[in-house]
């Protein structure tokens, strides 16, 4: 009995185990089977990548499927996947697609042009991607037919003058900005971007100085708006004369200079900003005991682990290319700009300005930290020179050496003009100055801080420099051109009888500082560079 009762109860067992067992296969065939819902939009996306014959859709087909939220994502990853030969054999599909987005500009309604300028976008950026990969990838021919390439292009590019030029929705605005530049950025070698010489035929010029001049839009596309402008200024034409440099050369409405030469101060100023924040947090964290260890590590000649990390410039600093080339472009063609270099203009609250916020990240400050007021007066050119301490500091690198040598490019151009050399040299124009520079230096020069006319200010930071960059790789180009610089303040003074009232000392040491040095490294130096001119030129001064 017993036996049967244990068989009874594996019976009873085995038959729960497969119920359950063919009740859990049961659910997971059913969900198995039950398709995956996709949105309407990718299921879109899929048809055209897919080569499905979509010119047969109703009238109202596009106009509906624009009221849809793009899936950039999407775009970018179905292309990615496709090779050249299959964008070329679905080209008919991706032309009536690429056409379609512009025909929806012409919308009244805001959210389609919106949704539209978001997909041509990523469209074209994927594209870009798929160029920089392959260079003999002609992509253009499968957006456009090659015969209606120009036809298009100048449609194109005559609706993004009209959304540059939209007063109601600054999102447009916005999104047309970043469209313009994914097509500009599109390659490493601008030169080589085979779509900007339609853009060069075609201006957008005058609807971004309109941007520009305004108080509201310049707050919000500013920076971008430079940064287009800076880039489309450094194409080679063909027929060597870029249009846009002849129209900014010319350019002489006031407003425009002005808040041309407000946004790149934002820019410089926000700069400047972050890194005495960040100096601040770091001084301020030492303790006495690392004091103590830093000054007997001294003593001893040992080599400070801090060092490198007072030098150590952030990203934000480096990536400043764009705006000191349009800084450069300004300087360098446009003589009426010279007029607003010393603009007056209160320094204030410059860290939460929405258009510097959008491309440098925020540097967050703790309660206890106290950073100095900026109600005092200033201007492009005191903002720019603080700009200069900073990124001369660190020339090491590739990218911060070609940065600092684009400032000494700037302050080239700006001491070889003979206006901009009379404001920097007028007394009544002085300025509080705050130059950077690093605690660990040991050579005895602190800059005066106090207002001075920027003459002054500019021989301090050419003097910082010439003492603080005599090293075994001497940079030397930089050195050529800070002393250029020198030399050019001087010889304004004395063609023009002007006087200024600095401590000369100082100079006169850097200077002969530099040549001793230059003398006892001569054999090291001269086996990688040539010095000897720069010698000839500092000799001069003697």
């Known amino acids: 009995m017993t036996m049967e009762k244990k068989l009874k109860k594996l019976n009873t067992s085995w038959k729960k185990l497969t119920k359950v067992s063919n009740m859990s296969y049961r659910r997971k065939s059913a969900t198995e089977s039950k398709p995956q819902l996709k949105e309407k939009v990718v299921q879109i996306y899929e048809s055209i990548f897919r080569g499905d014959d979509i010119s047969k859709e109703k009238d109202n087909f596009w106009e509906d499927f624009f009221l849809l939220k793009p899936k950039v994502s999407y775009i970018e990853t179905e292309i990615e996947k496709l090779t050249a030969i299959q964008l070329v054999s679905l080209q008919d599909n991706i032309r009536l697609f ?7 500009f012409d919308s009244q309604h805001k959210l389609r042009i919106i949704f539209s300028l978001k ?52 999102i447009i605005k916005d999104l047309c900005l970043q469209f313009l530049l994914t097509i500009v950025t599109g390659t490493d070698n601008l030169n080589e971007n085979p779509a900007l010489c339609h853009l060069m035929t075609n201006s957008v010029f005058e609807p971004l100085t309109e941007g520009i001049s305004n108080n509201v839009y310049q707050t919000y596309q500013g920076y971008d708006s430079i940064l287009l402008m800076a880039l489309l200024m450094n ?43 960040e100096e601040i947090a770091q001084y301020s964290n030492n303790t006495w005991f690392s004091t103590i260890t830093s000054v007997v590590s001294n003593m001893l000649f040992v080599p400070d682990p801090s060092e490198k990390n007072n030098i150590k410039i952030p990203q934000e600093i480096r990536s400043m290319s764009g705006i000191l080339i349009a800084l ?26 929405p258009s510097v916020m959008q491309q ?49 490019v700037i302050l080239s151009s700006i001491t070889n003009d003979q206006f901009a050399n009379s404001l920097m040299h007028d007394i009544n124009l002085q300025f509080k100055v705050d130059l950077y520079r690093i605690p660990t230096r040991r050579y005895m020069f602190i800059p005066d801080k106090s207002p001075k006319p920027l003459a002054a200010a500019l021989l301090d930071l050419m003097i910082e420099f010439i003492l603080g960059h005599m090293m075994k790789k001497l940079p030397l180009d930089q050195y050529i051109k800070c002393v250029s610089i020198i030399h050019r303040i001087i010889c304004y003074q004395k063609r023009n009888s002007v006087r200024l009232c600095y401590n000369w000392k100082y100079l006169w040491n850097s200077l002969i500082t530099l040549l001793k ?19 000839i030129q500092v000799c001069k001064y003697f």
């Open 360 to 408: 440098t990240h925020p540097v967050n400050n703790s309660s206890d930290l106290k950073l100095p007021k900026n109600n005092q007066f200033s201007n492009l050119l005191v903002t720019f020179f603080q700009y200069c301490s900073i990124i001369m500091q660190d020339t090491k690198t590739e990218e911060n050496s070609n940065n600092s040598m684009l400032c000494f």
């Open 235 to 277: 194409v080679e034409t063909a027929k060597k004369t870029n249009p846009y440099i002849v129209k900014l050369s010319l350019l002489d409405k006031e407003d425009t200079l002005k808040g041309y030469s407000q946004i790149i101060r934002w820019s410089l100023e926000e700069i400047c900003q972050q890194y005495k924040s």
């Open 328 to 353: 450069y472009k300004a300087v360098h063609y446009n003589r009426n700009f010279m007029t607003v270099l010393t603009n007056f203009h209160v320094s204030v609250n410059y860290e939460s300005h």
């Open 119 to 170: 997909t041509l976008t990523s469209l074209i950026g994927s594209f870009y991607k798929k160029y920089r990969i392959d260079p003999t990838f002609e992509f253009l021919s499968v957006l456009i037919v090659p015969k209606d390439m120009d036809n298009i292009f100048e449609v194109l590019l005559g609706k993004c003058n009209i959304m540059l030029r939209e007063q109601e929705c600054v």
């Open 98 to 104: 690429f056409n379609k987005c512009i025909e929806i």
């Open 517 to 535: 040095f230059l003398m006892t490294y001569e054999h090291q130096l001269s086996q990688d560079i040539n010095i000897y001119d720069l010698g």
